[in-house]
């Protein structure tokens, strides 16, 4: 059984919005720090994908890149154990295959720091995101 189920995603306009849930099995979500990150197309297999979002386990503390700040938010509902990304004022450079990823237990959601290619222990299946111009 995959851990982390992804589901949403597909295209939408400029300016647009979509949310992407993630639902946790398994495991317990509260125990852990999430991420959001993702692929751009054309990128080689194995090349790093962009971080985009982190949310602590409890959801008080997130940190963003720079690229999705002020128009991403990561969010979670540890009752249900399902981690979200809502995507709004989105552009066609936002055009990716999304992830979520669990932080390894003991991560620290750090604001204005950007998490090491190894601090993620389990990634969703991915879902495509299109925004057409």
């Known amino acids: 059984e995959d851990p982390l189920v992804q589901s949403g995603g597909g295209t939408v306009q400029f300016g647009g919005s979509l949310r992407l849930p993630c639902a946790a099995s398994?495991?317990?979500?509260?125990?852990?720090?999430m991420a959001w990150v993702r692929q751009a197309p054309g990128e080689a297999p194995g090349e790093r994908p962009e971080w985009t979002s982190s949310i602590d386990m409890s959801g008080g503390t997130t940190n963003y890149a720079d690229s999705v700040k002020g128009r991403f938010t990561i969010s979670r509902d540890n009752a249900k154990n399902t981690l979200y990304l809502q995507m709004d004022s989105l552009k066609p450079d936002d055009t990716a295959v999304y992830y979520c990823?669990?932080?390894?237990?003991?991560?620290?959601?750090?604001?204005?720091?950007?998490?090491?290619?190894?601090?993620?222990?389990?990634w969703g299946q991915g879902t495509q995101v299109t925004v057409s111009a």
């Open positions: 990823a669990r932080h390894p237990r003991g991560f620290i959601v750090r604001p204005g720091t950007t998490p090491k290619t190894g601090e993620y222990d389990y």
């Open positions: 398994g495991f317990t979500l509260s125990n852990y720090a």
